[in-house]
């Protein structure tokens, strides 16, 4: 039988390039292996957490939607939905937070960083949390566990949910029997933090992205801004330490990728190295750029698309859920 691998990416701003290379690409790469039925989501309710502005969350959401689909997601062989679409999810949200231990929840690693910080700053450790975001693990668990998913490719700092996510299945099944599938996750090892800007994990917490569908003239100007070093063109570099070496790799064809690697050991100047950086990259990046424009300029096609993949979702959700009730004892 096929292994459903499954993820969501919450919208919580622009898709950047770390969405891309460190979870959209990799996705997309296992969604055509024939092992595996593909189930990717717009994990909306997860966006919620963060208190967003009604225009900055749609824009947002259908973003990612739009970002997925522009970048080649087939929704005809990848289950594609808003996890808002599927409300068996919350149902079972409900279920497996009366299974969780709050001192799970106070482990998880999201909330505790915000309570040391909040703590460091004599506040109230409690302070700005609000019960969606203590809650996240779990609605990540129902995610997760509504889809018998096998495999679920994330990045380190979600490891821990997905550890959760196992440790709640295991308490259901050991109470009600065998019914939920235990998940794995897996890890893109070479390319799980990919630097920003400023040399720190691309990541919208610290704002040193670079938005995918930047356009072209801001996309220069963004590479340009990649942090560097004062050394000389003609000084050798270490490929293999250098922001603009990672990404290049990303987007360049090996036999590219041989001759930077040579022009950083013999030197390079910095300029000329963002200058080829930029050309591979927009190489890449011009027709999803204009795919993603259509796209967000006609939002009901992605709605159709969406609303087609949440009725896909359904048809398994609804009897699954069904089942877990009947092993509850809701109805015999
Ligand atoms: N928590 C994930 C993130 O921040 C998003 C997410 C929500 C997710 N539900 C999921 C990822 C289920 C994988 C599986 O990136």
Redesign the pocket.
């Known amino acids: 039988m096929k292994k459903t691998i ?5 919208p919580t701003g622009q898709i950047h390039l770390g969405n891309y290379i460190g ?1 959209i690409k990799p996705a997309l790469e296992l969604a055509v292996e024939e092992d595996y039925s593909p189930i990717y ?1 717009v ?1 909306d309710y ?1 966006g919620l957490t963060k208190t967003i502005d009604s225009e900055d969350f749609r824009s947002f959401s259908y973003g990612i939607a739009a970002a997925w689909l522009a970048l080649g997601l087939n929704p005809e062989k990848t289950i594609f939905y808003r ?1 808002s679409d599927v409300p068996e999810i919350f149902e079972l949200n409900w279920i497996l937070s009366c299974l969780a231990s709050k001192g799970l929840m106070n482990r998880a690693h999201a909330y505790k960083a915000i309570a040391d910080n909040n703590r460091k700053a004599q506040k109230d450790k409690d302070y700005g949390v609000n019960m969606g975001l203590y809650n ?1 693990p779990i ?2 668990a129902a ?2 566990l509504m889809f018998r ?1 096998g495999i ?1 490719p ?2 380190k ?2 490891i821990q ?2 550890e959760i996510a196992r440790d709640i299945a295991e308490s259901f099944n050991r109470k009600y029997g065998e019914t939920f599938v235990l998940p794995d996750y897996n890890i893109q090892e070479d390319t799980a933090v990919l630097p920003g800007l400023d040399g720190r994990k691309m990541s919208k917490s610290y704002h040193n992205t670079i938005p995918i569908f930047s356009e072209q003239a801001k996309l220069r100007k963004l590479i340009n801004k990649i942090k560097t070093d004062s050394l000389p063109p003609e000084v050798p570099k270490d490929p293999d330490k250098s922001t603009i070496f990672m990404l290049y790799k990303e987007f360049a064809l090996p036999a590219e990728v041989e001759s930077m690697r040579q022009q950083f050991l013999t030197g390079v100047g910095w300029g000329e190295a963002k200058g080829q950086l930029f050309h591979v990259m927009n190489r890449f990046l011009e027709q999803p750029r204009e795919r993603y424009k259509e796209l967000m300029e006609n939002p009901e096609t992605i709605d159709k698309v969406l609303k087609e993949g949440a009725d896909k979702a359904r048809e398994m959700s609804v009897p699954f859920l069904k089942e877990i009730k009947r092993k509850i004892g809701f109805y015999s």
């Open positions: 499954l993820t969501g990416i919450k979870a989501f994990a997860h996890q996240y609605l990540m995610d997760i998913t679920v994330v990045g700092d979600q949910h997905v």
